[in-house]
């Protein structure tokens, strides 16, 4: 194995982790300044953002509302598309789930160069 290889192998690891890093903390500033979904265009970017709900469910409160504990054993743990799909196929509503989740307002960012649009 050649030596130089890994190190350089690690050293690209190490830049792609503080890149994420980086990029986090710009994302969570630029969503921390915007509350609701948003497009504009700023300088040579246009910027979206959009906040989606997410449910993160109880276990044991979605449990006890389950009509039949065998669906409980083909979630296994409360998979939110899992649910969805029981939900939609009929099998739950979505009034026996009241109070079994919280929800999260999860904010998505999206930034493109108008630059590169203008020159396409």
């Given at each position: 194995m050649n030596v130089?290889?890994?190190?350089?192998y690690c050293q690209l690891k190490a830049q792609i982790k503080q890149t994420e890093d980086e990029l986090e903390q710009l994302r969570k500033e630029i969503t921390g300044e915007i509350a609701q979904d948003a497009e504009f265009v700023c300088g040579d970017y246009?910027?979206?953002?959009v906040y989606q709900e997410?449910?993160?469910y109880n276990d044991q409160q979605l449990a006890a509302v389950l009509p039949d504990p065998e669906l409980w054993r083909?979630?296994?743990k409360a998979d939110p598309a899992k649910i969805s799909a029981l939900v939609k196929t009929g099998l739950l509503n979505e009034k026996s789930l009241e109070g079994t989740y919280t929800t999260m307002r999860t904010p998505y960012?999206?930034?493109?160069?108008t630059l590169r649009e203008t020159q396409t």
């Amino acid at each position: 194995m050649n030596v130089d290889k890994l190190a350089r192998y690690c050293q690209l690891k190490a830049q792609i982790k503080q890149t994420e890093d980086e990029l986090e903390q710009l994302r969570k500033e630029i969503t921390g300044e915007i509350a609701q979904d948003a497009e504009f265009v700023c300088g040579d970017y246009t910027l979206k953002i959009v906040y989606q709900e997410k449910r993160h469910y109880n276990d044991q409160q979605l449990a006890a509302v389950l009509p039949d504990p065998e669906l409980w054993r083909a979630l296994f743990k409360a998979d939110p598309a899992k649910i969805s799909a029981l939900v939609k196929t009929g099998l739950l509503n979505e009034k026996s789930l009241e109070g079994t989740y919280t929800t999260m307002r999860t904010p998505y960012l999206y930034v493109s160069s108008t630059l590169r649009e203008t020159q396409t």
